[in-house]
C-alpha cells in the first residue's frame, strides 16, 4: 500500500524547535518530488517547500525561508522538515505529500497524489 | 507568485444536486489545476488533475473543465459523501498555491 505517515509534531515554545518526519512506503520514493503543505484548524491549505528526487533542487515558501530545512533520506525513505526559530503562526497541522506527473499532450503535469494524514505541531508559551 | 481565487467560499446544497465551483488564477497556468476534495480532519484527497482528468479511482460524477486563468469543478448529483471543502491548486510553477476553499454543506 502507498502510505506517508508523519511524526515529531508536538507543542513547544515560541523560538524554539521541532523536527518532523515523513516515513514513505509502497512506492519508490527516491523518485518523486515531495512537499510540505501545512493548515491551521479551520482554515486553508498553505504550501510549504518541496525537494526533488535528490535533493539538488529545494524552494521554501517566503514565511519559512530561513528557519526551516527541508531535507530527505533516500536510503531510509524519509522526509524531513527541520523547523527553527517557530513562531506561535506556525501552528498548524503539517501534512507531507507526494508529486506525481502525468504526461499529457507533450507536456508533464503536476499534482499531489499521495498525502499523509498529517502531524500537528503547536507554538504556544 | 499566482493567486488563485475559488467562487463561492460556500454553498448549500441537497443530494443530487448539480455542484459547480470556479476557480480563477492570476496569470495564465495553462492547464496546471488540480482539485482536491477534504473532509474534517482529514488529509486532501486528489480528484481532478491537469485541469481535467479525473484521478484514478474517482467517480465519474466529478469533472473538470477549464484552461489559461478560469477553471471550472463540477459534482453532476451531490452525493452524501461529496459533503467537503473542496480545493483548486496551480501546478504551473513554484510556490504551488491553493485557493481558499469552497465548502459544501447540506441545505
Known amino acids: 500500500e502507498v502510505q506517508l505517515v508523519e511524526s515529531g509534531g508536538g507543542l513547544v515554545q515560541p523560538g524554539g524547535s521541532l523536527r518532523l518526519s515523513c516515513a514513505a512506503s509502497g512506492f519508490t520514493f527516491s523518485g518523486y518530488w515531495m512537499h510540505w503543505v501545512r493548515q491551521v484548524p479551520g482554515k486553508g491549505l498553505v504550501w510549504v517547500s518541496r525537494?526533488?528526487?535528490?535533493?539538488?533542487?529545494?524552494n521554501y515558501a517566503d514565511s519559512v525561508k530561513g528557519r526551516f530545512t527541508i531535507s530527505r533520506d533516500n536510503a531510509k525513505n524519509t522526509l524531513i522538515l527541520q523547523m527553527n526559530s517557530l513562531r506561535v503562526e506556525d501552528t498548524a497541522v503539517y501534512y507531507c505529500?507526494?508529486?506525481?506527473?502525468?504526461?499529457?499532450?507533450?507536456?508533464?503535469?503536476?499534482?499531489?497524489?499521495?498525502w499523509g494524514k498529517g502531524t500537528t505541531v503547536t507554538v504556544s508559551s | 507568485d499566482i493567486q488563485m481565487t475559488q467562487s463561492p467560499s460556500s454553498l448549500s446544497a441537497s443530494v443530487g444536486d448539480r455542484v459547480t465551483i470556479t476557480c480563477r488564477a492570476s496569470q495564465n497556468i495553462n492547464i496546471y489545476l488540480n482539485w482536491y476534495l477534504q473532509k474534517p480532519g482529514k488529509a486532501p484527497k486528489l480528484l481532478i488533475y491537469a485541469a481535467s482528468s479525473l484521478q484514478s479511482g474517482v467517480p465519474s460524477r466529478f469533472s473538470g473543465s477549464g484552461s489559461g486563468t478560469d477553471f471550472t469543478f463540477t459534482i453532476s448529483s451531490l452525493q452524501p459523501e461529496d459533503f467537503a471543502t473542496y480545493y483548486c491548486q496551480q501546478s504551473y510553477n513554484t510556490p504551488r498555491t491553493f485557493g481558499q476553499g469552497t465548502k459544501v454543506e447540506a441545505k
Open positions: 525537494i526533488n528526487e535528490d535533493g539538488s533542487s529545494i
Open positions: 505529500a507526494r508529486e506525481g506527473r502525468q504526461w499529457l499532450m507533450n507536456y508533464y503535469y503536476y499534482y499531489m497524489d499521495v
